[in-house]
């Protein structure tokens, strides 16, 4: 997790109007863990948590945590 968000952090650098989610497969509790991590790392304008989809959540399996973000918008 910590090098998902330093490629965000290079991503994003010197950019604003971030936006940030975390998806998670049966694991609320550590996306929410995560989400917070990242939202004291870039200032979000706007942070969501979310499940993923039956389809995503079959292939990555249970426990599975992600993190998307826009910049700019």
Do not use: W
């Not at 968000?5 to 604003?16: G, N, P, Q, Y």
């Amino acid at each position: 997790m910590d090098r998902l968000i330093d490629l965000i952090a290079e991503s994003v650098k010197d950019k604003s109007n971030i936006h940030l989610a975390t998806l998670h497969a049966n694991a609320e509790q550590e996306a929410i863990g995560f989400l917070d991590h990242a939202c004291q790392q870039f200032h979000p304008i706007e942070s969501l948590i979310s499940s993923v989809s039956p389809g995503v959540g079959t292939h990555a399996g249970p426990g599975t945590v992600s993190l998307a973000y826009m910049e700019g918008i």
